[in-house]
């Protein structure tokens, strides 16, 4: 599942975990995690790869996946699902000081979940846009506000909520877990840390009924969570009050496959891999707002995932079916479609899109797909951005961006993303956009050209990649 070194590489760093005991195998992959990392060359996009090291007999079966990855708001922390239900937990970047000062608590962390992990977020995130942040400070933000949580969606339904901070995490009792990572750089700096891991989760969130597909914490300050399930429903919880639940919004006839939140906190929107809707939800009111129809170009299909930009005006998702994948973007305040780009290939099931996602100045969209290729996309343009190599011995399964940029993707591959610096225009779009909607937008009495623009209906409404054919045409 990962691109193999040479002894010629200039940049080499691995991650071992030794155990103070010694065990067989089996028990090593499920109880605690057994890692390495690898810089090569081979992609130039590709900083490092993030590599669970796992017997041959567990290659490639289910429960070693990588579901969910994230970043913490500040980017100083890296969380990801290695299979078995673990999660790790490691300073980011690797190399930092701060990370090697045992004073600062910077160790890495192993979370023993019990069940496959398939959904995780960082929390609280703090206010992007000053009206949010105003309406913070009446929140209950004072309590968590020293806190750095993790969620962590599993199998069976239930959410554990962890402390990064205190380290306080579940392991069953008696396997308190003592080990040793060894850190080698390139400058031939051996680093030994010693990482103690025990204790509980912090609580548990029970309530849903099927796997826990994705977690979202609201960029309000506050410690509300958003949960969305395969048992057709999302929830709302109070973090605050122990995890009581606020609501339970249900509407969706089948599994639903991702989640997210606008920037000022005003609306949800969920996808249904099955039933093929995508709802927005009020975060105000805990009610259904409306669901986005019109201009589906094949009748079969399946919705995989969705993100708002980081301005609110804009919600991409993402579907596929069995010979082309695409990727519309809705101004969610009208439920208008904007654009639609659209990907065709030659193989039935070959090229399924997984995971999709904004970057943070919101000029960049990153997608992950079957063959494992990250494509970066600026909405508008015909071609990508970036186009990383393609590799069919695994599946493409998340995405995501570093808070400063950046960008990650199963099985934890660091990659370089564009490095581009926005326009002015675009600056002052996404100030705007941040506290304006498109009703508020459209009355304004601005040339026609500028309010296309600021209402991103410049952006062409139907694009194919390069690698698509011309002369296969849309349906409906």
Same mark, same amino acid.
């Given at each position: 599942m990962s691109r193999d070194t040479t002894a010629g590489d200039e940049h080499r760093a691995r991650f071992q975990e030794v155990k103070s005991e010694?065990?067989?195998k089996e028990t090593m992959c499920s109880t605690g995690t057994n890692a390495e990392l690898q810089q090569t060359s081979s992609d130039p996009a590709l900083l490092l790869e993030l590599k669970t090291r796992r017997p041959p007999s567990l290659e490639g079966r289910a429960g070693c996946e990588t579901w969910s990855v994230d970043f913490s708001p500040d980017g100083a922390w890296f969380a990801w699902s290695m299979g078995h239900g673990i999660v790790w937990v490691v300073a980011w970047p690797l190399d930092s000081e701060d990370s090697q000062n045992a004073e600062s608590d910077r160790g890495d962390k192993s979370f023993s979940c019990g069940h496959p992990v398939w959904g995780l977020a960082f929390g609280p995130r703090?206010?992007?846009s000053s009206a949010v942040a105003r309406q913070a400070k009446t929140g209950k933000t004072s309590k968590g506000s020293k806190s750095l949580l993790l969620a962590t969606g599993l199998e069976n339904g239930v959410i554990k909520i962890w402390n990064v901070l205190t380290g306080e995490i579940s392991i069953p009792a008696g396997d308190a877990l003592t080990c040793t990572l060894f850190l080698y750089f390139s400058n031939l700096l051996w680093l030994i840390l010693n990482v103690f891991v025990s204790g509980d989760a912090v609580f548990d969130l029970h309530g849903h009924e099927?796997?826990?597909? @994705? /977690?979202?914490?609201?960029?309000?300050g506050t410690l509300t969570l958003i949960s969305s399930s395969r048992d057709k429903t999302l929830r709302?919880? @109070? /973090?605050?009050?122990?995890?009581?639940?606020?609501?339970?919004?249900?509407?969706h006839k089948d599994w639903i496959s991702s989640c997210c939140v606008s920037s000022d906190c005003s609306m949800i929107a969920s996808v249904g891999r099955f039933d093929r809707m995508v709802c927005l939800w009020s975060l105000r009111s805990y009610t259904f707002i409306r669901k986005l129809t019109g201009g589906n170009y094949k009748t079969l299909f399946l919705l995989s995932s969705c993100d708002f930009s980081p301005d609110g005006a804009v919600l991409a998702t993402a579907a596929f079916s069995g010979s082309s994948w695409w990727i519309d973007l809705w101004d969610p305040y009208t439920a208008e479609k904007l654009a639609t780009l659209v990907d065709y290939f030659n193989d039935i099931g070959q090229n399924q899109i997984s995971s999709i996602q904004f970057s943070p100045n919101g000029l960049h969209l990153a997608m992950v797909t079957d063959d494992r290729a990250l494509r970066i996309w600026e909405p508008g343009q015909r071609g990508m951005v970036m186009q990383t190599k393609s590799d069919r011995a695994s599946n493409g399964l998340c995405c995501k961006y570093h808070p400063q940029g950046g960008n990650q993707r199963r099985p934890c591959e660091v990659l370089g993303g564009p490095r581009t610096v926005p326009s002015l225009c675009h600056l002052c779009?996404?100030?705007?956009?941040?506290s304006v909607s498109t009703h508020q937008m459209e009355p304004l009495p601005l040339p026609k050209r500028i309010l296309q623009y600021l209402t991103y209906r410049n952006i062409p409404e139907r694009l194919k990649t390069c690698c698509s054919s011309d002369e296969e045409d849309w349906e409906g």
């Amino acid at each position: 599942m990962s691109r193999d070194t040479t002894a010629g590489d200039e940049h080499r760093a691995r991650f071992q975990e030794v155990k103070s005991e010694e065990c067989d195998k089996e028990t090593m992959c499920s109880t605690g995690t057994n890692a390495e990392l690898q810089q090569t060359s081979s992609d130039p996009a590709l900083l490092l790869e993030l590599k669970t090291r796992r017997p041959p007999s567990l290659e490639g079966r289910a429960g070693c996946e990588t579901w969910s990855v994230d970043f913490s708001p500040d980017g100083a922390w890296f969380a990801w699902s290695m299979g078995h239900g673990i999660v790790w937990v490691v300073a980011w970047p690797l190399d930092s000081e701060d990370s090697q000062n045992a004073e600062s608590d910077r160790g890495d962390k192993s979370f023993s979940c019990g069940h496959p992990v398939w959904g995780l977020a960082f929390g609280p995130r703090p206010p992007k846009s000053s009206a949010v942040a105003r309406q913070a400070k009446t929140g209950k933000t004072s309590k968590g506000s020293k806190s750095l949580l993790l969620a962590t969606g599993l199998e069976n339904g239930v959410i554990k909520i962890w402390n990064v901070l205190t380290g306080e995490i579940s392991i069953p009792a008696g396997d308190a877990l003592t080990c040793t990572l060894f850190l080698y750089f390139s400058n031939l700096l051996w680093l030994i840390l010693n990482v103690f891991v025990s204790g509980d989760a912090v609580f548990d969130l029970h309530g849903h009924e099927g796997v826990v597909r @994705d /977690l979202v914490f609201p960029q309000n300050g506050t410690l509300t969570l958003i949960s969305s399930s395969r048992d057709k429903t999302l929830r709302i919880w @109070d /973090l605050a009050q122990k995890g009581k639940t606020v609501q339970v919004l249900s509407g969706h006839k089948d599994w639903i496959s991702s989640c997210c939140v606008s920037s000022d906190c005003s609306m949800i929107a969920s996808v249904g891999r099955f039933d093929r809707m995508v709802c927005l939800w009020s975060l105000r009111s805990y009610t259904f707002i409306r669901k986005l129809t019109g201009g589906n170009y094949k009748t079969l299909f399946l919705l995989s995932s969705c993100d708002f930009s980081p301005d609110g005006a804009v919600l991409a998702t993402a579907a596929f079916s069995g010979s082309s994948w695409w990727i519309d973007l809705w101004d969610p305040y009208t439920a208008e479609k904007l654009a639609t780009l659209v990907d065709y290939f030659n193989d039935i099931g070959q090229n399924q899109i997984s995971s999709i996602q904004f970057s943070p100045n919101g000029l960049h969209l990153a997608m992950v797909t079957d063959d494992r290729a990250l494509r970066i996309w600026e909405p508008g343009q015909r071609g990508m951005v970036m186009q990383t190599k393609s590799d069919r011995a695994s599946n493409g399964l998340c995405c995501k961006y570093h808070p400063q940029g950046g960008n990650q993707r199963r099985p934890c591959e660091v990659l370089g993303g564009p490095r581009t610096v926005p326009s002015l225009c675009h600056l002052c779009r996404s100030i705007l956009r941040q506290s304006v909607s498109t009703h508020q937008m459209e009355p304004l009495p601005l040339p026609k050209r500028i309010l296309q623009y600021l209402t991103y209906r410049n952006i062409p409404e139907r694009l194919k990649t390069c690698c698509s054919s011309d002369e296969e045409d849309w349906e409906g």
